[in-house]
C-alpha cells in the first residue's frame, strides 16, 4: 500500500503551528506505516475481498480540514479514484487533549485515529455511500486490532471510546454511543 505525505502550503502558518503539524503528519506515516498495522490491513482487505490495487494512494495531510459546519474530519475516500486521505486534529484541540489526559495519551490518541480513519476509509472502496455498513464494520476491524496487540490494550478500551463515541471536552458520552457523537469526530 502506497502511503505518503501530502506537504501542503504551510507558509500562512506560524513556525509553531508548522512545527506542530509537521510532527504530526509524521509520527500518523509512522502509525500508519508499521508493519504490525499493515499487516492487519493486508488481512482485513482480503477477508473483504478489496483487491489491494483498488487503494490506489493514501496521503497523510499535514493540514486539517474543517467541514463547512466546522466539524473536523478524519478521512476522505475518493472511492472511484481508490484515493484516500487522512487529516490531523488541530494544534488546539491537541493542546486540550495534552493538558487533560497528558501527551503519552495524546500520541496514542492521534495514531489509532489515524488507523481507525485509515480502516474506514478502506471499507468505503467496497461500501462506497453506505456509511452505516461502513461504521458499524469499521469499529469492529478497529477492535480486532487492538485486541491483536496487547502491547496496546491497556489503554484500547478507553481510546476505542473516545474515537468512536466520545467528546473529549465536556462529560463523556456512553460506550454505545450515537452515530451523531461518533460524528463529532469526525470519523466519516
Ligand atoms: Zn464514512
Redesign the pocket.
Known sequence: MRINTDYEKLESFSRNHVKFYLKYSSFVFRALTKPSFQKFLHWMLKKEKIEEHAVRAVHVKVLPLRRKNGKGIA?K?DTARGRIQIYPKTLKFCQVFKQKFGRNSLLFYAGNRARAALI??L??LKYSAD?KT??IL?ENYFFIFTQKHPAQSSKALSICKMIFNAKVSGKPAPLSGSTESRARLG??
Open positions: 478521512g475516500c474506514h476509509e471499507l468505503h456509511e461502513v461504521r469499521a470519523l466519516n
